[in-house]
């Protein structure tokens, strides 16, 4: 088969624009609004009284 893997591009951090390979989902606010944000800014985040874990974006989908 000459399926190909299909690689997303990675995702640029929605604070420092950043980009990497694994992004976390955050909210930091009260809009509701899901922020995509690197490994630093989710640790900085983290201390925000309105912080809220998502989950985790990954750029390789694994089978
Ligand atoms: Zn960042």
Request: glycine content about 6%.
């Amino acid at each position: 088969m000459g399926k190909k893997d299909r690689i997303r591009p990675p995702k640029p951090c929605d604070i420092c624009s950043k980009e990497a390979d694994v992004q976390f989902r955050i909210q930091t606010n009260e809009s509701g609004n899901w922020r995509i944000v690197c490994k630093t800014c989710q640790e900085q985040a983290a201390s925000s009284a309105d912080y809220l874990y998502g989950g985790t974006w990954k750029r390789k989908k694994r089978n």
